[in-house]
């Protein structure tokens, strides 16, 4: 019997609002697809927390057996400010400030990302495709939009007939928006006139003659909307109805309804099953973001550089303290809870090497010590298929590492456990640790504590050296040796040091 069979998951469908045994469309294999950031700058700790939501998705599906297809985007045209069918593109807007070519904006913010998603141990996706590498399908399917009468030009651009897709289908279905009262609060936006209606949205828009993104199509030179950028992705690489899509709260309303209007009026189909978004990072209760100004980037915390820091934190504590939380609920970000974090991380991290050590031999065991291990150990696979609950998975692989630590102290014997029991437990012990949630060894020269000791360490090496205490001094430089930490003696007695 296969894990995913043994363990379904539920996971809270937003289209639906309840909670559902995931039953996939191909049996053992999961598509996913979630938005991608629009990499214009530079991501903060609140797109992380997104990413790894559906890093832990992809992971524990992985897990349980399924073959997972994981398609998470690039954003490199078309998003609006504002989120807006008016405004500038975010891309094309930093291009022209710093003078550079877009394409230079996006290759240096998205090796960024990639860079960040590496140090917070966020896997690869198994695709990840760019929206300027899809302009022709995009094109298509406004034609087909076109075609079916639910897409109309205007003046160079293309805009989705929202009102007459609603007379067959629901318009506000996932977002539980209401088509009247969307009418009274749109925004008045220039170039609104183009549109019929307030609520319509584009599918292609057109470029003004200084526009620097731009592409030929039978409507004249333009772009595509952000909305049908996600439907052509998704699509293409997972079929026409997929399992899972993914994304943050915010992208609700209107980027989710859209593609599912798109996406329904395209092809008949309603485009996804299951609608999965996480929930948002929070600083004082308001939302993370780089409009507010509220935005922290991961080096600033690694560094410890940010005012509402008192040091510096590894990826790995951020990790952790993130998933502490459920996905559906907001996370407040402060200094207090990452404290709480690193040492909660420290104390599992620390019963990961211990088991990791540890062998039971084939004596039988108590019956009631190992069934207590047994019991742990499928704690956790429910824990997790209960929607993705890392927050009380987490609770059981603390049980667990007290368990661990009482073997290591001899308040409870090896021997008193049943071989294949205690195998189990320490397979799992290991594989949620590290497969699933993604928890290692701190990389420590992200720890902005390691930093500041080695600094202290080399002034002490060079107030040796003044004394003229040389053994004092080569004592240092050959401990921290044998750490892989070499210091370099440079002129007038600087010294630095780099990791071996
Ligand atoms: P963006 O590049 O702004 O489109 O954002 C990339 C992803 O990060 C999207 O899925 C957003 O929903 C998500 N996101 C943005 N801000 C936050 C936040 N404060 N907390 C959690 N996720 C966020
Ligand atoms: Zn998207």
Redesign the pocket.
């Known amino acids: 019997m296969k894990l995913f069979e043994r363990y379904p998951v539920s996971l809270t469908n937003s289209l639906t609002g309840k909670k559902e045994i995931f039953k996939a469309i191909t049996p053992g294999f999961v598509g996913m697809y979630v ?1 991608g ?2 990499v214009y700058n530079d991501v903060h700790l ?2 992380v ?2 990413f790894l939501t559906f890093d832990i998705v992809a992971r524990y599906f992985r897990f349980l057996g399924y073959k997972v297809r994981y398609v998470r985007n690039i ?1 490199d045209v078309g998003h609006l400010e504002n989120d807006a069918d008016a405004g500038e593109d975010k891309i094309a807007k930093k291009a022209r400030l710093e003078q550079l070519e877009p394409m230079e904006v996006v290759k240096y913010y998205t090796e960024g990302f990639h860079e960040v998603m590496r140090q917070f141990n966020i896997l690869p996706p198994s695709i990840e495709p760019s929206a300027t590498g899809h302009i022709l399908e995009q094109i298509n399917i406004t034609q087909n939009l076109l075609d079916k009468g639910l897409a109309y030009v205007s003046n160079g651009s293309v805009y989705f007939n929202v009102r007459k897709y609603n007379q067959t289908h629901h318009y506000g279905i996932l977002s539980g928006r209401n088509i009247e009262e969307l009418m009274e609060s749109g925004r008045d936006l220039e170039n609104q006139d183009e549109k019929r209606e307030k609520i319509d949205f584009a599918l292609w828009k057109k470029a003004s003659p200084y526009h620097i993104m731009r592409w030929p199509s039978p409507w004249g030179d333009g772009f595509p909307g952000w909305h049908i950028e996600c439907t052509v992705m998704s699509t293409k690489y997972l079929g026409e109805t997929f399992d899972i899509h993914g ?5 609700k309303f209107p980027h989710h309804e859209c593609e599912i209007a798109q996406g329904t009026a395209a092809t008949g189909k309603p485009p996804v099953n299951y609608w999965l978004h ?1 929930n ?2 929070t600083v004082n209760g308001q ?3 780089k409009s507010l100004g509220n935005s922290f980037l991961p080096r600033e915390l690694f560094a410890g550089t940010h005012p509402l820091l008192d040091k510096g934190y590894g990826p790995m504590a951020v990790r952790f303290f993130m998933l502490q939380s459920h996905y559906s609920s907001t996370l407040d970000f402060s200094n207090e809870a990452l404290q709480a974090a690193e040492k909660g991380y420290k104390k599992l991290i620390n019963a990961l090497g211990l088991i990791k050590k540890m062998e039971a031999g084939p004596a039988p065991g108590k019956a009631e010590t190992s069934a207590e291990f047994v019991r742990l150990s499928r704690d956790c696979y429910q824990t997790m298929s209960d929607d993705f609950n890392t927050a009380k998975t987490l609770a059981v692989l603390f049980e667990m590492a007290a368990r661990i630590n009482d073997l290591k102290s001899g308040n409870t014997k090896l021997t008193e456990l049943d071989g294949t029991a205690f195998a189990e437990f320490k397979e799992t012990y290991i594989g949620f640790m590290e497969a699933v949630l993604g928890l290692q060894e701190e990389k420590e020269q992200n720890d902005g504590t390691l930093k500041g000791t080695i600094d202290l360490l080399i002034d002490l090496r060079k107030k040796a050296r003044t004394d003229k205490n040389f053994a004092l001094s080569d004592k240092i430089r050959d401990d921290l040796k044998k750490l892989g930490i070499q210091v370099k003696d440079g002129k007038d007695g600087e010294m630095t040091y780099s990791f071996e």
């Open positions: 938005c950031p629009t609140g797109n927390r997104t954003t994304g943050g709260m915010d992208l996480s948002m990072l939302k993370m973001s």
